[in-house]
């Protein structure tokens, strides 16, 4: 049974920095695409950052670009997501995904295994 777990989340000022961590059981990040989706009160699931293995490219949405870098740690078997800068926007629940097929030029993030999510809320 594949289980992911995340963590990391919390209340911070905006302007501050939170990492959130997705470690994986029954699931092995390294050779597949991975990452994070967050969901805002009131609004749609949006794709906010994908990996995979040896990834040059990373995804990250327009609004988190320059300000999130996404990573992971193949021997531990962690993806990360580094969250500088934040702002009121950027709050929500943010889940890790994992096994995804991303088409980034139609935003379109399909991921077979999910994690709980973890919340994030950046207070003004």
């Known amino acids: 049974e594949v289980q992911l777990q995340a963590s990391g989340g919390g209340l911070v000022q905006a302007g501050g920095s939170l990492r959130l961590s997705c470690a994986a059981s029954?699931?092995?990040?390294?050779?597949?695409?991975s990452g994070w989706f967050r969901q805002a009160p009131g609004k749609e699931r949006e794709g906010v950052s994908f990996?995979?293995?040896?990834?040059?490219?990373?995804y990250y949405t327009d609004s988190v670009k320059g300000r999130f870098t996404i990573s992971s740690d193949n021997a531990k078997n962690i993806v990360y997501l580094q969250m500088n800068n934040l702002k009121p926007e950027d709050t929500g629940v943010y889940y890790c995904a994992a096994d995804c097929t991303v088409a980034a030029g139609i935003r379109l993030f399909l991921c077979d295994y999910w994690g709980q999510g973890t919340q994030v809320t950046v207070s003004s």
């Open positions: 029954g699931f092995t990040f390294d050779g597949y695409t």
């Open positions: 990996t995979s293995s040896n990834d040059d490219d990373p």
